[in-house]
């Protein structure tokens, strides 16, 4: 088990646990700070959190803008890989393909998703799919993001 994902597990159930999660996951990972993940579910194979709209990550036209989405879904594949990846493998992302559907125009959940089946098997190629929805369920993005998963090397 990763150290990210032992801490989701010391840390989940916990008042407040949840947002100590996310405020550590973006020291850890500086970048996602900007976009301030508030976790609601990481498991083997799922990832979830809300970006909240809020000004520091809107556009010229008021929605969440499009790159603060990817960063969110860039998010919750990292915690799902963390929680997901096999103790002698390791994860690396190595492509993302998005299709903008709607406008962003409310806080947005982002999900990742991907069959922790596929974690062991010899193709390093795993693909993760990954949702973007407003708060009434429309889907604002969507698409895949491509990891390469290997075995550790040796020490």
Known sequence: MTETYAMWQKLAGKPLGKRAFGLGYGWRVPYFRSIRPRFTEVRPGFGELVIRKRRAVLNHIGTVHAIAV????????????????????????????IAYTAKSTSDITCTAESDPERWLEDDPDVPVAVTARRDDGTVVAQGTIRLWVTDKPAR
């Open 70 to 97: 990817c960063n969110g879904l860039e998010a919750a594949m990292g915690a799902m890989a963390e929680a997901t990846v096999p103790d002698s493998k390791r994860w690396l992302p190595k492509g993302m393909d």
